[in-house]
């Protein structure tokens, strides 16, 4: 089993920066890969960015080059730094790890960004 614990969300004024941490507690050295995603109001939750655990990551076209995803080393750790907010960034942020054989899915709780304009 794996668990999730997000942090680090918050009110930011658009141009500003928020950094986003999401922390693994179980069996982390059965994550395959971790992620963040977002889901804003009347909208359906996306994909924000991925990092294997090999380290190969991936971004949404919308956040790419404002968002860096990292793991730390001892891969129990994602963070998500934002930065150059737009108020369309605005949403709950969650992470998900992708773990065992089988590819199951945690989900954190979920962390508010709200960036104003």
């Known amino acids: 089993q794996v668990q999730l614990v997000e942090s680090g969300g918050g009110l930011v004024q658009a141009g500003g920066s928020l950094r986003l941490s999401c922390t693994a507690s179980g069996s982390i050295f059965s994550i395959n890969a971790m992620g963040w995603h977002r889901q804003a109001p009347g909208k359906q939750r996306e994909s924000v960015a991925d990092?294997?655990?090999?380290?190969?990551?991936n971004y949404a076209d919308a956040v790419k080059g404002r968002f860096t995803i990292s793991r730390n080393n001892a891969l129990d750790t994602m963070y998500l730094q934002m930065n150059s907010l737009k108020p369309e960034d605005t949403a709950v942020y969650y992470c998900n790890a992708r773990w065992g054989p089988l590819d199951n899915d945690t989900w954190g709780q979920g962390t508010q960004v709200t960036v104003s304009p």
């Open positions: 990092i294997s655990a090999g380290g190969y990551t």
